[in-house]
Structure formats: structure tokens, C-alpha cells
């Protein structure tokens, strides 16, 4: 039988399961009236929330839908087309029947620094004869094999005479290359082991591929997997409740199955490669969670003031659902930007970035609402001891409200003063030199693979990525004719002149009806030096004897090739890409705040952030400091594709902080609150979700400079520093300072401009009628803005 005071404590937690069931009940009944029409946005959610199992079970349809739509195509998928001569030699080589043979060279000198010269060390040249019996053991897995030891083969000895350099082609059929390539590195590695004292090191075309391709993997690999667990740990905290802490990566997971699934199919047409593919990823578990953020927060907050389910749902449909829905239009089209470069690696990632987050805004405002209709108070179930029961109640942020009071005094001192220390952190960028880095640079020199590189260059400048010049007949024929191979002879001569720009041995293959000449070139690869190497190969080199055979067209490609092509197609259209950015992000919010002001603040104060991150990215990267702490070698300049990546991707993802903030501000400016009191309430009520979205981007990103590529730590210290300067000196200080000083003016638009399309029948209370409806018209707006 149970005690008085146990029956009672039964009593009251039975009453309380009582009130939940009818409060959720309730929520059920009004949610299932019809609603007046609305936004489309709250029309969208209304319809989501009135039928939650058609939409839950709809957007789950959509998924399976989307996974199963790459078993419907075959064949393989689309290739990128690389830009400049560079792209006519890929595509030259892949209209041929068979492959282009792979290049292979290996490195035999002494491992100590005493070591003699190669012709007077009887080791080194049994290590090049006991290598050269290997390939004979694997008979047609190897072709054109060039020696030191081969008579009028100076070239493959280095300038101090004490490396010696042994080249070879993987030979074909197609469908054996992989295998004779492994049959060749076997006997490399065997040769290797029988002579410890000689170092026998390979590198060369599939051997560095494979290089970067295994580390790009394996980074991205570990990005995604600390990613999504530091994304939970955080989100547990930011909820205290751990089904609410599930939504935003339930809607993350769906999201991004969908968008690989549709990717599979796009990927027949469009290229996007590993390396893309996550960076999608990325992107769209940050937007998928900072919508859910924006959601659920704003949910908490209208049930913590008293709201129904039912009414706590219907308004963060019309405040939330619209922020959530601009913000995901505005990324969409700042990013669809990049496709006006020309270049097919950012179209790729262009299109893929614009499917997940058109995916996660649709699904942030129809299955989220629904599912959180269905939830009702069970969404705030399985609470964190300790921190779960203040967690789950949404309250405004005391010291962001302080700080803002603060600024909003003293606009022009806090202002100032943070304008100035972001000028300062973009000074460095005034320096800044785009260049890509090369293998050698990129990857640490801990992988094999990279060291041999490395000392190669050292011994033979440009062997491990030469210059490949692709020479083709006009009318069809093979290019393997006499006057073609004459022209190939005088080049030795244009590489005697070059005055160490040019630099042998030349190497020759025929691909059919192609000839194919690799000539190495001084420098790292992508560096000034080689980058010269080239244009004196292009401009005159060539011209002086290829050029001068008639019936032929050639092309020069290869990694420096590319480097400078792609770089020569960025420029000319970068200013392009960042006007149509610019442009399109002013018109659209000109439209939804109905204010001149406002677009040209958070445009100006978006550049000036971004000015801010390029020139950490400077200074760190170009300039070597914190190399030691962050683990990378400086090799003089930053990452060619990066800052426009940065500016399009950031620029968009910073918009949503921007619109959320701003919409919080208008809503109690319309409620009819002094300027500057919306101000205050607005950044400590936005606080909340804004920090927690920037903690969670910048921890996703920050693991970013965990990897091994330089060029992801560049990405990763760029993109961190670039959210927490939006997320804590823009929000906090520069965008109420100038909100402060326009005062009234920054909700103003100019007579001309009134006819806009937006929601231009929205009326700011007046002060009287806000005295009127005291406190808890202040704290409900958008109550307010119905009872009008």
C-alpha cells in the first residue's frame, strides 16, 4: 500500500501526463483547423503541420527515392574539362582509343651525404642493374626504359653526378595498366630492400596521383567522422535534451543522402570529384544545422512565453520558416555564382552546394514542423543531468544584451575601434600571392611518396612533373613523322639555351595518333620559376620548332600547365563571380527588409570581415607564422582557388546569421520599440542560436586544420577565423554601431523604391499603442501584429 505522501507525488505526475496529453491534444485539434492564408512560407508549414505523417512520410519517400536513382543510371561519370591548352591536351588524349602511357622515374643515389659519384660507385650500379633485371622478371609491364648505365644517356645522371635517374613508361593495354603498375612498383620496392645503403626512392605520374588521392581520402574521411560527433557533443549542449539535439542532425542525415543520391545522377553530366563531394557534405550538415537551429530555438522561446504548441509552431513558421527560407535562397544564389567562372570543379561544386541546401531549407520548413508537431513537449525529452532543465528553456542572453547596450551608447567608439582592428587584420592581404602548391608543397613529407618527390626535384629539376606537350595531325593522321620527330631533336638545343628554365632528360610516347613530349621544367612545379619555364617553352620553345612543322596542331599540359591556365581563367573572371554576388545578395535583401540601408550595411560589413580572413590567411600561410603550431611548410603563397571559394561559400553562410539577426531587430522595431531598444533585444534574443551555429561551424571547420593538405588547412584557419569575426565583432559590435547611428533611417525606404515586391503591408506600431499593449506586446511581436 503506498504512503500519503508517494500516492500524492503519483497524483501530481499523473495530473502532469494528463496536461501534456491535453495540451497536445489541443495542439492537435488547432493545428488541424484551417489556418487564413499566409506567406507561402507559413502556408508550406501550416499544410506540413496539419498533415505531419504525409510530409514526415513524404520527405522520407524523397530520400529512399533519391538513394535509389543512382542504380537507374550507368556508365561512368562525367570528367572535369580543364581550362586553357591545358584542357585541349586532355581532351586530345582522351578521344584516343587507348590510354596515355603513365611515367614512372626512380631515384637511385647514395643515402649518406659522402657519397661519391654514380659512375664510380659499384654499388649504385648494381642497384640500377639489379632494378632492371626486376622489370625484366614482369616481360611487357614496362616500356621506353631509359638508364644511366645506357650508352648516351648523360641526361639521366644529375648535375653533381652523384643521382642517378631511371624513367619508364607503364605499358598498356588499357586494362592492364593497373596491373603492370603494381608489377613495377614491386620490383622498385624489391630492389630497394636488397640495397640498404642506396636509397632507390620512386616517383611520377600514377604514383603522386595516387599519393594525393590516398591523402585527400583519408582527410576528408577523418573530417567527417570528428565532424558529426563534435557536431552532437555541442548540440547536446546548446538543447540539453537529446531528442532535440537529434532533430538537427536527423534532418543533416537525410539531407545529405538525398543530395548524394541525386548527385549520383548529376555526376553522369557534371563532374564532381572526392574532394568536392565532401566539401558538399560539409556544407550541408552546417546549413541543415543552423535552420534546425533557428527552428527549434524560436519554437522553445514562443512555448517558454506561454504559447500552445499548437501558436509556438504557427509563429516560428512566420518568423523563423521566412528567415530560414531567405537565408537558403540567398546561398543558393550567392554560390550559383561560381558557376559564371567557367571552370567545371566549382560547377560541380556549385550544383551540388545549391541541391543540399535547397534540400535543407525544404525540408527546415516541412518536415521539421511537422515532425515538431508531432513531438509536441516530447521534443524536450531525455534531458542532460545538470544542464538539461535550463537548457530547454529559451532566454534571452544577459551579456549580449549588455554588450549591445553598451555599443549602441557609444556607436561611434565601439564602431570605430572595430573597424579599425579589422583593417588592420586585412592589411597582409594587400600582399597577398595566389599560387598553387605544388605535390612537394602540399602534402607533408612523411608520405613515401612525397620525399622521393622532393629529393628528385632537388637532383633533376622537373622530373617528377614535367611540362606534357601533346602534338596531333590537322587532318587526322598520326603526328609520329619524321619532320615531327626532327622538331623533338631540336628541342635539346632550345634546352641548351634556356639557361636552366628547360631541363632534360626528354622523354617520348606515341597514343595512338598522338606523340606526346614531356619536358621537365626548373622550379617546384607551380612556383615563379616554373611558371617562367613555361611561358618560354609556349613562347618560344615551341614555336621555334614544333611550330614550324605544317599539318600539325600541339598543346602543352601537365601540372604547371594547369596551375597557370586555371588561374589565368580565375582572374578573368573573378571580378564577374563577385559582382553577381554582390548584386543579387542587395536586390534580394532590399526586398525582404524593405530598407536601402540595410543591404549596403551587411554587404560592407560582409567585405570587411572577409578582408579580415584573407589577411590572417596572408599572414599565416604566405607569410609562415604559426607553421610550427599548425604543422605545414610555407611555400610563399595561398591556394589560387581558395579566396573566391571563400568569398562566394562565406559571403552566403554569413548571410543567414545576418538575416536572422536583422529579422529579430525589425520585428521589435515593428512592434513598435525605440530604435535602439531593438537593437538591444534583438542581438540578446538572436544570441542563443547565433553562437551556437558559429560554435558548430567553426568546430566543423577548425577540424579542417587537423588534416594533412596544406591547401585544407588554409581552408579550414580561413573559413574558422571568417565565422568567428561575423559571429562575435560584426554581430556584437560593427552591425549595432551602425544600426545605432542610422537610428529610424535604417528601416527607411526611398519613395522611388516603395513599389518593391515584399511585405509592404507591414506597419510599424506606434509608441502610443505599444504603451497600450504593455509588456506582452513587446515580448510577442508577431501577437501583436495580428491583434492589429
Given at each position: 500500500?503506498?504512503s ?30 484551417p ?15 496539419r ?26 561519370s562525367?570528367d ?24 614512372e ?10 657519397g ?8 649504385l ?7 632492371v ?12 626504359l ?43 620496392k ?137 537565408s ?20 560541380g ?15 527546415s ?22 544542464l ?13 544584451r ?64 614535367p611540362a ?8 587526322g ?18 634546352i ?126 604566405q ?85 594533412s593538405?596544406?591547401?585544407?588547412k588554409?581552408?579550414g ?27 529610424e ?8 523604391l ?35
Amino acid at each position: 500500500m503506498l504512503s500519503r505522501g508517494k500516492l500524492s507525488r503519483g497524483k501530481k505526475r499523473q495530473g502532469q501526463r494528463d496536461d501534456t496529453t491535453r495540451n497536445d491534444g489541443e495542439a492537435s485539434r488547432v493545428l488541424t483547423t484551417p489556418r487564413a492564408r499566409g506567406t507561402l512560407i507559413e502556408r508550406i508549414a501550416g499544410w506540413s503541420i496539419r498533415h505531419r505523417a504525409l510530409a514526415i512520410g513524404g520527405w522520407l519517400a524523397l530520400v529512399v527515392v533519391a538513394v535509389l536513382s543512382t542504380s537507374l543510371v550507368s556508365g561512368p561519370s562525367a570528367d572535369t574539362d580543364d581550362p586553357g591548352e591545358s584542357g585541349a591536351v586532355k581532351r586530345i588524349l582522351n578521344s584516343q582509343k587507348n590510354y596515355e602511357p603513365v611515367l614512372e622515374n626512380v631515384l637511385i643515389q647514395p643515402k649518406g651525404a659522402d657519397g661519391g659519384k654514380f659512375t664510380d660507385d659499384p654499388e649504385l650500379r648494381r642497384a640500377t642493374q639489379d632494378l632492371v633485371a626486376e622489370f625484366k622478371k614482369t616481360p611487357g609491364a614496362v616500356t621506353g626504359l631509359r638508364t644511366p648505365l645506357s650508352p648516351g644517356e648523360e641526361k639521366q645522371l644529375s648535375a653533381d653526378g652523384r643521382s642517378g635517374l631511371v624513367t619508364f613508361f607503364v605499358a598498356g593495354p588499357n586494362d592492364k595498366m593497373d596491373a603492370h603498375f603494381e608489377a613495377a612498383t614491386e620490383a622498385v620496392k624489391a630492389t630497394a630492400a636488397r640495397h640498404p645503403q642506396v636509397r632507390v626512392v620512386q616517383a611520377g605520374d600514377q604514383s603522386l596521383s595516387t599519393a594525393v588521392d590516398e591523402a585527400i581520402k583519408e582527410d576528408f574521411g577523418s573530417a567527417e567522422t570528428t565532424s558529426l560527433p563534435i557536431t552532437l557533443l555541442i548540440l547536446l549542449v546548446v538543447f540539453g535534451a537529446l531528442v532535440a539535439a537529434s532533430i538537427p542532425l536527423l534532418l543533416a542525415a537525410t539531407t545529405v543522402a538525398a543530395t548524394f543520391g541525386f548527385i549520383g545522377v548529376l555526376g553522369q553530366w557534371v563532374a564532381v570529384n572526392s574532394a568536392v563531394s565532401s566539401m558538399i557534405l560539409l556544407i550541408g550538415v552546417a546549413v541543415s544545422v543552423d535552420y534546425s537551429l533557428f527552428y527549434l530555438r524560436r519554437e522553445r522561446e514562443e512555448r517558454a512565453a506561454g504559447q500552445s504548441v499548437a501558436d509556438s509552431l504557427r509563429t516560428t513558421a512566420k518568423t523563423s520558416g521566412h528567415v530560414v527560407a531567405v537565408s537558403g535562397v540567398t546561398v543558393m544564389l550567392c554560390v550559383s555564382g561560381l558557376l559564371l567562372s567557367g571552370l567545371d570543379v566549382f560547377r560541380g561544386l556549385a550544383l551540388g552546394t545549391v541541391l543540399v541546401v535547397g534540400l535543407a531549407m525544404t525540408g527546415s520548413v516541412t518536415v521539421l514542423p511537422a515532425l515538431l508537431a508531432a513531438l509536441g513537449h516530447r521534443v524536450d525529452k531525455g534531458r542532460i543531468p545538470w544542464l538539461g532543465k535550463r537548457r530547454t528553456t529559451a532566454l534571452e542572453s544577459s551579456a549580449w544584451r549588455k554588450a549591445a547596450r553598451g555599443v549602441v551608447r557609444r556607436p561611434l567608439l565601439w564602431g570605430g575601434a572595430a573597424v579599425v582592428a579589422l583593417v588592420a587584420m586585412a592589411l597582409p592581404m594587400f600582399g597577398m600571392h595566389l599560387q598553387d602548391a605544388a605535390v612537394v608543397n602540399s602534402l607533408p613529407r612523411s608520405a613515401p611518396t612525397v620525399d622521393a618527390a622532393i629529393r628528385m626535384q632537388e637532383a633533376f629539376p622537373g622530373a617528377p612533373t614535367p611540362a606534357r606537350v601533346a602534338v596531333w595531325g590537322v587532318d587526322g593522321k598520326s603526328s609520329d613523322t619524321p619532320e615531327v620527330r626532327a622538331a623533338v631533336d631540336k628541342l635539346h638545343g632550345e634546352i641548351a639555351r634556356s639557361g636552366g628554365r628547360l631541363a632534360g632528360p626528354l622523354s617520348t610516347v606515341r597514343v595512338d595518333d598522338v606523340l606526346v613530349v614531356r619536358i621537365p621544367l626548373a622550379g617546384t612545379g607551380t612556383d615563379p620559376v616554373s611558371n617562367d619555364a613555361l611561358q618560354m617553352l609556349r613562347d618560344r620553345a615551341l614555336p621555334d620548332t614544333l611550330g614550324t612543322v605544317e599539318g600539325i596542331e600541339y598543346a602543352t599540359g601537365g601540372r604547371t600547365a594547369f596551375a597557370q591556365d586555371f588561374a589565368e581563367q580565375l582572374s578573368g573572371r573573378t571580378f564577374l563571380v563577385i559582382g553577381f554576388v554582390l548584386v543579387l545578395a542587395f536586390a534580394l535583401l532590399l526586398v525582404v527588409f524593405r530598407s536601402l540601408a540595410i543591404p549596403l550595411v551587411s554587404i560592407a560589413l560582409n567585405l570587411l570581415s572577409m578582408g579580415a580572413s584573407y589577411g590572417v590567411l596572408t599572414w599565416v600561410f604566405q607569410d609562415g607564422n604559426l607553421s610550427s603550431l599548425l604543422g605545414f611548410t610555407s611555400y610563399g603563397g595561398v591556394a589560387g582557388w581558395l579566396p573566391l571559394f571563400m568569398f562566394v561559400v562565406l559571403f552566403g553562410l554569413s548571410m543567414d546569421y545576418h538575416i536572422f539577426i536583422l529579422s529579430r531587430i525589425r520585428e521589435r522595431w515593428l512592434a513598435g520599440a525605440d530604435a535602439k531598444e531593438a537593437i538591444v533585444g534583438g542581438i540578446a534574443a538572436s544570441a542563443g542560436v547565433v553562437t551556437s551555429a558559429a560554435v558548430i561551424m567553426t568546430a566543423v571547420f577548425t577540424v579542417f586544420i587537423t588534416l594533412s593538405a596544406i591547401e585544407n588547412k588554409m581552408m579550414g584557419v580561413g573559413m574558422a577565423v571568417a565565422i568567428l569575426i561575423d559571429a562575435t565583432v560584426v554581430r556584437g559590435l560593427l552591425l549595432p554601431a551602425a544600426l545605432a547611428l542610422l537610428g529610424e533611417r535604417a528601416w527607411e525606404l526611398p519613395g522611388l523604391l516603395s513599389r518593391l515586391p515584399g511585405k509592404a503591408g507591414q506597419r510599424r506600431v506606434p509608441a502610443a499603442d505599444t504603451d497600450q499593449a504593455g509588456a506582452e506586446h513587446v515580448a510577442r511581436p508577431f501577437e501583436g501584429a495580428r491583434r492589429r
